[in-house]
């Protein structure tokens, strides 16, 4: 028996110098199998222990009969055994002084209770000998950084060689990691190292994250998520990443009721909410995807490409059709296409007329007869043009690929900013391809992948100024406010917590009569609103409950009167109750709301407001607290911030006030904690001079 | 000479019986000797005619000095020479009397005005002769029906065989022409005839379009339009395609001002708004796509399954974490995946509990040890779903890959629902990819193409009921009325023509004095709306010149002096004029246009109206004019829809009485014709009980 005194080193999990297979064999049809062949195969130089008692040696190393007879402690064993044995093997591992057990065993935790209970077990046993475990219901590891490929996956068999670079992926599906490796392999994107994490039940994905993020071999990381277990550390260390100067790309399922349900069937992940995260995205510096083939295909842009100088592109390609349809989807896409310099016009006029010289320039459209010159000068050109930040040659079939396809390649290894080559040429030109695997130059082959290359570019770009690291400070004039409400509030008591936060809230005085009304209104200050009070009724407009511009005393009598018939259709024999309220001038409408995310935390959205919230879906969302400045940026993100940064003539709304409140408000969230269940202020009115909350609601813990 | 009789059928330019290569050679470096080297290596088997005065032979087929002297009148001659020698080159070709030139020569029309006035000069010439033109700038045509490989395309010597089929496609692209000539060999999918069709100068896309429409060996066309030159023919081509039981599929480049300059330069083609064509597509049962590698992808799924039975889909995959993001993606698409019915879960509980009968199904989350009865068996219960319309296999690298296909393909040839293949395995084990070319059924690779692939069976399913086959018939009730104006219409013009339409327009009257206006308000009744009339203001209500809600003489006294403040300061000096409005209830505010498409006729757009039309972009567009049923159909397909069928416990609006004056005021385009610019009511407010136009404007032609 040996015994651990320290639980061995993340990094030396990922880069281990040697390896125990419990249940090892030479046929490949089984697990094991094809894991030792694998192994062998790519040349993995550490030393490996393959346990059988069966056997006196398989693919030439020397078996032993129980790990227990291996003359040192292995750093990892691979245990891939059926679940009744899973425990004494796991055991036994843990007395060889195992620093590591990745388990492939799978149907345990997120199958049944009885395999929870299994995985709790094993993790204890592996806690009292200082051992970790990585799954279970993982698929081993491909670390290329060390030809290492632990995994039964067949594409190390398609695999010639594992394709060394600086991508990593930390994966929570052990498929996609084999389906991504094939990615990576046929499309020239270079790997550190891969690894599927399983079920979490010790390691965890934020454990590998931060070996990645140490690893110096590594530049860009790739996540496979579908729960987070630890989202403040995950944020935490993209940051970190982020100032190492290494990137991190992620697809998270679970952004709808399906992917959700079937992410805790796969590996009893709780999602979370889809919108904290991708919140949590933006702010730490994560280039959030949606396809896991594009995430891979992105890494491999990103590292084998210098950073790119602007988001502005420059495109050529060899087909006038296809370049039209391009051009739609860069306009629709927010990309845009650079208009050339006048230098850049006049290089290209050698060849091109200028009704031809577009971006994306068709190399096809040239004048006079053809000659590789011509592709030459137009792809140096569109390059050089100062205002791309990004060049892309876009290959479908054309003449003389060869020689333009050479020419990306020397223009690409010029280093001087990202090329993004798509070849759409199948299995067309094979050759091609090869000399671009050769060459090291990563590409895609399809139209939605170098618009998704192109977005994520510009995101990439644009990520360091939208980072969120600091914490946010509570303003010195904002005081802690003790807020006993509980449960439901009624629009009053929502009123007066963020009047007491600090927020603009209209005048009003609650009336049973006329001359209360008119003694209310005089106070106030013409012109005034009035607001039929009426339990159970949550659109009051529709119903004649809220009359406007009521500008003195003889309108308030009419009104009045009106309402108070209003209300008797509404709810008969309902006591009369008329808030009088300050009429606020117009103004552009807003949702705000506050929430708790369980795995996030307070989260502030603001919106479009008004009756149409639902219909509009244009929404920003931020974890709470927010400072005014980050509020101002969320409302630039948003559809409407034309209406409130002045459009159409009328000047601009008073967004300073808007954020100023936004930010107060948001206090709440640290403020009440998880007595906050929900907060919404809709809407809330920014007008020329000031911001308004017109209606409140929201729901506090009952206890 | 030869003088023909008849222009030749289109039919027989496509599938011709001799063919002259004028220029020919046997370099394949040159075009002319690539056309030659591919029409003989995949065995045309019509007469050649080679024109070379300077050879006896090329590759076996005797030369012929000039057309004159070929024995027979060739049926086409294809002709790649250099602008210089276009024109005497069409002329010998007309006195032989050639049926058709199919002209490669380029930088003509699309060019420059010499070369579009070329282009004019060899399609008079052809004319006087009988003969037709296709193009200029094409790239030929490859018809597998006839073996007729008849173009330089490189990709011509990569595909050892022509891959027959019944997909048509008609390019304005010539390279993409070459390009999906490719991706249809490469994913399975079998062609009857693509043709090139370069500047239109002569034949167009509709003459094509029509004779695929009749080809017996044809079921599916798919088209890549850059500009429509005959809008209405086209229309009644793809309802008769439709009648006939085939289908039509197409890409449009020109979405964005972008795409629509890229495709003018191209072949010189002019747009067209791009909504109109939509709204064509629509209503003539055009299947209409924005990637053309996934129109052909589609193209060939539709041609080799039956119909689709229903709109939901039952998938099966082989990766948990590939699952889930594909749960996400359809959720966020619109497509269903199928609730298993109970029968479904009866025969997946064998091998699945309850917690992993997901759809989409992960093959590997089944209890038990791994055989291949269990993955025969989940598909066969998904497929067998009587909810599933549609059936989706997803291959990633996985276990048992070749009996899984094999089981795949033998489930798509039960023939009873279509069955979707994904194949996302790159060039890993590529010989599952013969297997599927070998047995014919169409594939993709990539998540996006499924997610197209479905919404296009989806919206073939749809189709159907959908299409606009008849004219509409004018209203009985609704006389030929005869405007007058000219020019920019101001609002009490334009809201004249709005009512002599038979359109709900609030009475008003304009005022210029307090007596006046107290005077409107006792004929109209309370309660009124006052509205300052001032010229150049577009939006009244952000400066106070809207005044809603006033219910008496009282209120009415206040309002008018205050609004006469409000000019004041808007337009200081101005006359005083004060619109009395009757004021209309509480509705729900639509957007309703009228313009005229230069291409397609008259349009009317219908949407989410108010102040944030432009952020909402809620709009359905049909050509005018339509009847009250289809305004309906209009009406559903926005999002604010619920918002005008009742929701939040309001009850309906009355959608009829909107629809039946949408109606009517489409009818102001035919009648209107050309004098029509635009017409717009905004807001048109659709109330509990009738339809308003509370706004409107517009602008006729000034002659």
């Known amino acids: 028996m040996v015994q651990r005194q320290h639980p061995i080193p993340v990094s030396r999990i990922i880069e281990p110098q040697s390896i125990a297979l419990i249940g090892a064999t030479e046929d490949y049809a089984k697990f094991g199998g094809r894991i030792l062949h694998h192994l062998v195969d790519h040349g993995y130089a550490g030393r490996i222990f393959p346990i059988n008692p069966k056997r006196a040696e398989v693919l030439g190393h020397p078996c032993f009969k129980s790990i227990a007879d291996v003359p040192e402690a292995p750093d990892i064993a691979i245990v891939a055994l059926p679940a009744s044995s899973l425990e004494a093997a796991i055991r036994s591992c843990g007395e060889a002084g195992v620093g590591a057990c990745i388990v492939v065993t799978a149907q345990l935790g997120e199958f049944s209770e009885e395999g929870a209970a299994l995985e709790r077990r094993i993790v204890e046993i592996a806690q009292a000998h200082s051992m970790r475990i990585v799954g279970p219901n993982c698929m081993g590891m491909i670390v290329p950084a060390a030809k290492m490929a632990l995994s039964s996956t067949p594409t190390l068999r398609y695999a010639k060689a594992l394709p060394q670079g600086r991508v990593a992926f930390v994966s929570q599906s052990g498929a996609m990691m084999g389906s991504l490796f094939l990615q990576a392999h046929d499309h020239g994107v270079g790997l550190s190292g891969m690894v599927s994490i399983g079920n979490q039940a010790d390691l965890e994905l934020c454990d590998f994250l931060e070996a990645f993020v ?7 990381i790739c996540l496979y998520i579908e729960g ?11 940051l970190r990443a982020r100032r190492a100067g290494k990137r991190v790309l992620a697809v998270k399922a679970g952004r709808t009721d399906a992917g959700t349900a079937m992410a805790k069937s796969h590996t009893s992940s709780l999602a979370g909410s889809y919108s904290a995260f991708e919140a949590l995205c933006r702010e730490a510096g994560v280039l959030l995807l949606d396809d896991p ?3 891979i295909l992105c ?23 296809g370049g039209a349809i391009l051009a739609d989807h860069l306009a629709l896409s927010g990309i845009a296409a650079v208009a050339y310099a006048p230098d850049t016009r006049a290089k290209l006029a050698q060849d091109y007329l200028p009704s031809h010289q577009n971006n994306p320039l068709d ?11 011509i592709f030459e000068r137009a792809i140096d050109a ?13 290959m479908t079939p054309q003449p003389m690929m060869p020689e333009t396809l050479a020419h990306v390649i020397h223009t690409w290894k010029r280093g001087e900013k990202p090329v993004v080559l798509v070849l759409n040429t199948s299995r067309f030109a094979d050759d091609l391809r090869q000399a671009a695997l050769q060459a090291g130059i990563p590409f895609v082959q399809r139209l939605q992948d170098l618009i998704v290359a192109l977005q994520v570019l510009g995101a990439d770009h644009a990520a360091e100024t939208a980072l969120r690291a600091d914490e946010a400070h509570r303003p010195a004039h904002l005081p802690q406010v003790h807020v006993a409400a509980k449960g439901f509030l009624t629009e ?13 809230v209209p005048a009003a005085q609650l009336c049973g009569t006329l001359d209360e009304a008119l003694s209310a209104a005089g106070s106030i200050g013409y012109p005034v609103v009035l607001k039929g009070v009426v339990a159970d009724v949550v659109h009051k407009s529709d119903l004649g409950l809220v009359r406007v511009g009521i500008g003195d005393d003889e309108a308030l009598r009419a009104v009045f009167a009106e309402m108070a018939q209003a209300i008797d259709k509404a709810a008969p024999g309902a006591p009369l109750r008329i808030d009088v309220q300050q009429m606020i001038g117009p103004g552009v409408e807003l949702i705000v709301g506050l929430s708790n995310d369980p795995a996030f935390g307070p989260q502030v959205i603001v919106g479009a407001g008004g009756i149409h919230v639902e219909l509009m879906k244009d929404v920003a969302q931020m974890r709470a607290p927010v400072t005014a400045e980050e509020v101002g940026q969320m409302l630039r993100r948003l559809r409407i911030w034309p209406l409130l ?22 206090w709440l969230g640290p403020d009440l904690g998880a007595r906050l269940v929900d907060l919404e202020v809709n809407p809330f009115r920014v007008t020329a001079e000031g911001a308004y909350a017109l209606d409140g609601r929201g729901t506090l813990a009952t206890g």
């Open 214 to 220: 140490a690893h110096e071999g590594t530049e860009v």
């Open 363 to 373: 190399l096809g459209g040239h004048t006079g007869g053809l000659e590789f010159g």
């Open 293 to 295: 083939d594009q995430m």
């Open 492 to 504: 009053p008591e929502a009123k007066r917590i963020l009047a007491d936060y600090g927020l603009s």
């Open 228 to 238: 987070l277990k630890s989202p403040q550390r995950f944020r935490a260390l993209c």
């Open 299 to 321: 890494a491999g842009i990103l590292d084998r490409n210098p950073r790119a100088r602007g988001s502005e592109v420059g495109i050529v390609c060899a087909s006038g059709g």
């Open 645 to 666: 940064d002045g459009a159409r003539g009328q000047g601009r709304m008073d967004v300073a006030a808007a954020c100023e409140a936004i930010a107060r408000l948001s």
């Open 382 to 394: 569109v390059h050089d043009d100062p205002g791309a930040g990004v060049f892309v040659y876009v």
